[in-house]
């Protein structure tokens, strides 16, 4: 873990670089959309499964563009890339502030969740996936670190501009911020290393239909499910419940202003597992590591189910942020092991195209499963057991070798 800090000093510009993309991506994430959820929902008088549907389809048609987008970057000058993406996610967080009906609001979070959970993190973890080898873990991992600073940090400092001013100004002001910061940023680095090596490859038709001939081939092995299922089940689990996060603390009696900081916890332990990941995945591999992550989320899931009082809350969040510290690292460097990084920009595009279909499935499901009486604690006990039996399937991984198609 010393060895860390040399290696920041080193490659200081790329992982600062990707730090502000996973951080600055917190604007499309469902931690941050969930604070406003509240207060959409009674503004705009919508049911919690119709929101949630609202948010599914968005997150769906968000996903269609990342696959027609995001393999670019294997192509595409890294800046110019993140510049469309930055004034993509700047638009629709206005968007979203100024919504005076359900459509705008609809429109909004097709370009947050495109913008922000997909493209922003997916540039960084396709470059440095190409980018570096031996070290491939810790730069991921630190990269990775943007996420529970925004978890850790958006939530008081958004909290605070609502509570004195309302929701609306909530939105713009982290727009402002993410603005200001990446554009800054943007000018002033010198990114060019980082920009694919010249294709010299087929182009424009020939290009498209050889890389679906080659995704096909990939989908259909036993090897890319096994990733896939545990990488996506994660996915939809943590969605759902962060998505209806401060429902359910209205449902037990939970002050929000006290849950509020109980998601530092989350924050905290997600930020140190992420590092502690990137050290186990440089240490192992990534396909050793692989079918113990879903674990923590487990307990925690449990704990949520079995434990009503706030301490459940806490401990769940701990032990969740565990979870995701290890997801970061490890849902990008498990493909990068199996398959190379030749057309990793494209394999991540898929990959992410796969998790934010599923992340879209999961505040429709949950909401409507609310809706008609199931409580958080029975939907709970069910994903728990559905995810023990998929980590139980991603052992087989730890036998299989490098795939290069």
Known sequence: MSSYLPFIKKHFRPIAFGGMLTYFSSLGQTFFISIFVPFVLKEFDLSKSAFGGYYAIATILASFGLIRFGKQLDYMSVKAFAYRVVFLLALSGLIFAFSLHPLMLFVAMIGLRMGGQGLLPHICFTTFSRYFDYNRGKAISISSMGFPLGEMTFPLLIGGIIAISNWRMGYVAGVIIMLISMVL?????????????????????????????????????GKFWMIMLLIASISFVTTGLFFYQYVLADERGWPAELYSLLFAGFAISRLLFS???????????AKKVFPFYALPLVGGVIILASVPGII?????????????????????????????????GYLQSVSTFIVVISSALAPVIYGYCLDIGISFSTINWVVSFILIIISMNAFRLRGVEYAHQ
């Open 185 to 221: 940023a943007l000018k002033k680095m010198h990114l060019d290393f980082l920009n694919p090596p010249e294709n010299k490859g087929p182009k424009g038709k020939e290009r498209n239909k050889s890389e679906r001939n080659y995704i096909r081939a990939v989908a259909f092995k």
């Open 312 to 344: 459940g809350a806490a401990l769940f969040l701990v032990l969740t942020g565990i979870t995701m510290g290890l997801h970061g690292v490890l849902r990008t460097s498990v493909v990068a092991e199996v398959y190379g990084v030749e057309r990793i």
């Open 275 to 285: 590092l502690f990941g990137g050290w186990l995945t440089d240490r192992f591999s």
